[in-house]
Nanobody, 123 residues
Framework: QVQLVESGGGLVQPGGSLRLSCAAS????????IGWFRQAPGKEREGVLC????????YYADSVKGRFTISRDNAKNTVYLQMNSLKPEDTAVYYC????????????????WGQGTQVTVSS
């Protein structure tokens, strides 16, 4: 059974950091592209960034460039989203999603999704 499970969300003050994890089971993450998406209240889901198979990261949200990075640990079958210098506008539910090999900024291109983890940036 293909499954993605996010963890690491929470409440953080502006300027703080969080690291989200996306653990995969039922398939080898190394062959897949993993995208991180987010959805803020009242807004549409947006692509944040993605890490393809053996490819550099692709950013889909200009607002996170220089602050967010994505990394993979294929041995643990896990992808991480490191979020630094967090801002209140980063508040959202964050989702990881998987698709074969190549990145896409469109959520509809991803077939497997995690349940989401809430990130709240507030003082």
């Amino acid at each position: 059974q293909v499954q993605l499970v996010e963890s690491g969300g929470g409440l953080v003050q502006p300027g703080g950091s969080l690291r989200l994890s996306c653990a995969a089971s039922g398939f080898d993450l190394g062959y897949y592209a993993i995208g991180w998406f987010r959805q803020a209240p009242g807004k549409e889901r947006e692509g944040v960034l993605c890490k393809g198979r053996s490819r550099p990261s692709t950013y889909y949200a200009d607002s996170v460039k220089g602050r967010f990075t994505i990394s993979r640990d294929n041995a643990k079958n896990t992808v991480y989203l490191q979020m630094n210098s967090l801002k209140p506008e980063d508040t959202a539910v964050y989702y990881c999603a998987a698709r074969w090999a190549y990145c896409s900024g469109r959520g509809t291109d991803f077939g497997s999704w995690g349940q989401g983890t809430q990130v709240t940036v507030s003082s």
